[in-house]
T-cell receptor, first 114, second 111 residues
Framework: KAGVTQTPRYLIKTRGQQVTLSCSPI?????VSWYQQTPGQGLQFLFE???????NKGNFPGRFSGRQFSNSRSEMNVSTLELGDSALYLC?????????????FGPGTRLTVL | QKEVEQDPGPLSVPEGAIVSLNCTYS??????FMWYRQYSRKGPELLMY????GNKEDGRFTAQVDKSSKYISLFIRDSQPSDSATYLC???????????FGQGTELSVKP
């Protein structure tokens, strides 16, 4: 089975711009979770989607949003970029997103905000 | 207090050493515990997965959970340079889809 894929792998944006990142889960997985990884804060949960619905949300401002399509692919969007949004954005997929399901991570998208 | 605490290191050991990586957690309701390994410029990959208390062994790796002290450990025997990576402990929050991670420990195994 192909793993989780994320595109693009690298992005450079300037403050105030917006960005959209894409994630394709493992075939058959219906849950997609997004995380932000920074040296200072580590890996932090952004949100989780299942069957095109956001089920869980972390403590991030409303500038961070996402969606999921009927084929389980997911996108996340960050509007009005700030310097502090520079990070590695990771998505992870699991079969149902149930408590105890194993989450499989993609390689991440490295976002740099100038 | 963070829900999962992990010493970020860095930790440097000679090849062949036994490595001990540790995390503590605050919520006694946590039941599922994972160790992920992350190489530079890669996403985390699942290394070990344990449920509740006890030990789990897989080759050179042993994961240990002590729920009485809210302490989780990963032991690496006969460490190799290829083990050099960041190791992240994680647990599920009280619902699916959301993992809580420790800060990650950067490990370097010197030949």
């Amino acid at each position: 089975k192909a793993g989780v894929t994320q595109t693009p792998r690298y992005l450079i944006k300037t403050r105030g711009q917006q960005v959209t990142l894409s994630c394709s889960p493992i075939s058959g997985h219906r849950s997609v979770s997004w995380y932000q990884q920074t040296p200072g804060q580590g890996l932090q949960f952004l949100f989780e989607y299942f069957s095109e619905t956001q089920r869980n949300k972390g403590n991030f401002p409303g500038r961070f949003s996402g969606r999921q399509f009927s084929n389980s692919r997911s996108e996340m969007n960050v509007s009005t970029l700030e310097l502090g949004d520079s990070a590695l954005y990771l998505c992870a997929s699991s079969p149902l997103g149930a408590l105890g399901d194993t989450q499989y991570f993609g390689p991440g998208t490295r976002l740099t905000v100038l | 207090q963070k829900e999962v605490e992990q010493d970020p290191g860095p930790l440097s050991v000679p090849e062949g050493a036994i490595v001990s990586l540790n995390c503590t957690y605050s919520n006694s309701a946590f039941q599922y515990f994972m160790w992920y390994r992350q190489y530079s410029r890669k996403g985390p990959e699942l290394l070990m997965y344990t449920y509740s208390s006890g030990n789990k062994e897989d080759g050179r790796f042993t994961a240990q959970v002590d729920k009485s002290s809210k302490y989780i450990s990963l032991f690496i025997r006969d460490s190799q340079p290829s083990d050099s990576a960041t190791y992240l402990c994680a647990t599920y929050y009280n619902q699916g889809g959301k993992l809580i991670f420790g800060q990650g420990t950067e490990l370097s195994v010197k030949p």
